[in-house]
């Protein structure tokens, strides 16, 4: 709650203390724009963004729409016209937008703690809970976008596969994959956990599971490929944003490189970066570094399947060529904080003060997201 409640005050700042604005920022700004457009008209050729929405994945748009239009049609019975459609638009699509994100980020947390309390102790995960809610864009988990939705279902599938329930994990997978395209990296981390299990293995129950994962991986590219002719118009419509496949370590140079602009900048030198970006190339290069330390060090409490997680979601923003929303994707790499709690369950100052420091980044990001100044 009170990571939240920081990152509301953010905005609420930015929005000069108007509340509606800050709940319309927290719920229709850049992604969340799109989502919106899938949750009122679908995929259709839109008249000012053409076909943009489908570089979005349906699953959480199908799940607030699966919220917003009973609720459309309960104010349906007492309104209508013009009023209808702007209660409908403006309070009952960000009422549904907001329930979406912050029901699944609780249900998220409750997974997490199932996962990693008894193997860290309930000090650690504790620890990492709260490192986890106080990272620099945690914020995207109470906005309208996928994040909370998406950890959902990694920490379910997670769990699920620890507890040798392969068809379930295999259908949470699927709904992965239909909610953000790294869902299908699960298919290794699920691998491993399967290979990992006790003999015998229920090879059976696996590969329906995987069949059932299978189908969730290739239902987006088949309905791009039916209705659009391009089952890759996902990675196409990025290259508008962009981005392009590209190696890692031009990503890596490139942001070493925006490290140096924001280091100029903020001492006042001549630089291409604005003082205003340097918090979001900040949090970038402490998401790398945190990838690399996870990689490397992960081994001392967190099992292969985890760091090879970790390792598979960050690769997807470096292989952007810009590491562009690295800051944000590694809120999906969870593991990471988990084990930073394990580290420092023993050093509650510290843990202490490196979450007091994150939440005042947090802080300065949620404002600068609601002054519509890109951070992830």
């Known amino acids: 709650m009170v990571t939240r409640a920081i990152a509301f005050i953010g905005m609420l ?3 000069h203390g108007d509340v509606p604005a800050t709940i319309q920022a927290a719920s229709r700004l850049y992604d969340s724009a799109f989502y919106d457009l899938i949750v009122l008209h679908g ?11 489908s570089a979005f994945y349906p699953g959480y748009p199908l799940v607030v729409a699966a919220v917003y239009w009973p609720l459309r049609w309960l104010a349906s019975l007492f309104l209508n016209g013009s009023a209808l459609a702007t209660v ?12 979406v994100c912050n029901v699944a980020l609780l249900a998220a947390l409750a997974l997490l703690w199932r996962l990693y309390s008894e193997r860290l102790g309930s ?5 990492g809970i709260a490192f986890l809610l106080a990272a620099p864009t945690s914020f995207f988990f109470s906005n309208g976008f996928s994040e909370s939705l998406f950890v959902l ?3 379910a599938v997670f769990l699920l596969a620890e507890k040798g329930r392969w068809i379930g994990a295999g259908a949470v997978g699927a709904a992965a994959c239909l909610i953000r395209f790294p869902g299908a990296f699960l298919l290794l981390p699920l691998a491993l956990i399967w290979l990992r299990s006790a003999r015998p293995r229920p090879i059976r129950q696996g590969a329906a599971g995987a069949g059932i994962f299978a189908i969730g991986a290739l239902a987006y590219p088949a309905w791009l490929w039916a209705t659009l002719g391009d089952p890759l118009a996902y990675l196409h419509l990025e290259a508008t944003h962009h981005r392009a ?4 370590l031009r990503a890596v140079g490139e942001m070493l490189t925006q490290a140096g602009d924001g280091v100029r900048a903020l001492l006042g030198r001549s630089s291409s970066q604005r003082l205003v970006d340097v918090p979001t190339i900040a949090a970038n290069s402490v998401a790398l570094l945190a990838g690399i330390v996870t990689i490397i060090a992960g081994w001392t409490k967190l099992r292969a399947y985890e760091i090879v997680w970790v390792a598979l979601v960050f690769l997807v923003p470096l292989l952007s060529g810009t590491g562009e929303s690295l800051d944000r994707y590694w809120l999906a790499a969870f593991p990471f904080f988990f084990l930073l709690g394990w580290w420092l369950r023993r050093w509650p100052i510290a843990a202490v003060t490196l979450m007091a420091l994150s939440s005042t980044w947090l802080f300065v990001l949620s404002h600068n997201f609601a002054r519509v100044i890109w951070v992830g």
């Open 13 to 15: 700042l930015a929005k």
């Open 43 to 53: 995929y259709a050729n839109d008249p000012q963004y053409g076909h943009a929405a």
């Open 88 to 99: 409908s638009e403006g309070v009952l699509l960000q009422l549904a937008t907001l329930l």
């Open 123 to 127: 000090r650690a995960t504790l620890i």
């Open 153 to 155: 279902a990694v920490a």
């Open 245 to 248: 496949l590209v190696g890692p």
